[in-house]
């Protein structure tokens, strides 16, 4: 079936650590794959993207990783800061559709 | 640019009202969606849109309809509403999609009792 999920409802860390928020996904034909970051009170923020044909992308202080064997996606963030807690999405997109399926999410809180 | 926009930001109906919630966007984008979002829950599809003139149903379509007449709006339609339609329903559109970076409007909130 179509279905994306999260294993960890809520992380919490330490400011400076590394965060990793994983994601699993079910669909063998999804081939994008979009991390988003959700601000209390406000709508999703696009933060990194991979497509299938990748195992690994770095943005700024974030870097996705694929594994397609396992379908597992991760979100990883480094030095983690106050203003990153918020709400993270991971989502999907079906080769051939033009839709974006939703994980239930992960909510990052960062203590000092 | 003001990027996406939705009105209104809070509303409180009664069952069986109905009511239009606005979506617009300046970017020239062709693709736009309408998603809601239930307390603690994932983002689901219930309409989108790959241009003017053409609709499609999403994950959770029922007690919904859309129009797109222009590229600019969106508007989403609840004809009959039911206490299940409580939530914050999301806009978010995409020039050419859905790879790539989907802009969110700022949500409406909405309350049916």
């Known amino acids: 079936g179509e279905s994306v999920g999260l294993h960890l409802p809520t992380l919490s860390v330490q400011e400076g650590d590394n965060s990793i928020i994983n994601c699993a996904y079910s669909?063998?034909?999804?081939?994008?794959f979009i991390w988003y970051k959700q601000e209390s009170g406000k709508g999703p923020q696009f933060i990194i993207d991979?497509?299938?044909?990748?195992d690994k992308r770095q943005g700024q202080r974030v870097t996705v990783l694929l594994n397609k064997t396992v379908k597992h996606l991760s979100l990883q963030i480094a030095a983690t800061q106050p203003g990153d807690s918020a709400v993270y999405f991971c989502?999907?997109?079906?080769?051939?559709?033009?839709?974006?399926?939703f994980g239930t999410g992960t909510r990052l809180q960062v203590f000092p | 640019n003001a990027g996406v926009t939705q009105t209104p930001k809070f509303r409180i109906l009664k069952i069986g009202q109905s009511m239009t919630l606005q979506c617009a966007q300046d970017m020239n984008h062709n693709y736009m969606y309408w998603y809601r979002q239930d307390p603690g829950m994932g983002l689901k599809l219930i309409y989108y849109?790959?241009?003017?003139?053409?609709?499609d149903k999403g994950e959770v379509p029922n007690g919904y309809n859309v129009s797109r007449s222009t590229t600019e709006d969106f508007p989403l339609r609840l004809e009959l509403a039911a206490p299940s339609q409580t939530s914050v329903y999301f806009c978010a559109s995409i020039e050419k999609g859905p790879a790539g970076t989907q802009y969110f409007g700022p949500g409406t909130r909405l309350l049916v009792l």
């Open positions: 849109s790959v241009g003017a003139g053409i609709t």
């Open positions: 989502a999907e997109n079906i080769v051939g559709t033009d839709k974006l399926i």
């Open positions: 669909n063998s034909a999804s081939d994008y």
């Open positions: 991979i497509r299938s044909n990748m």
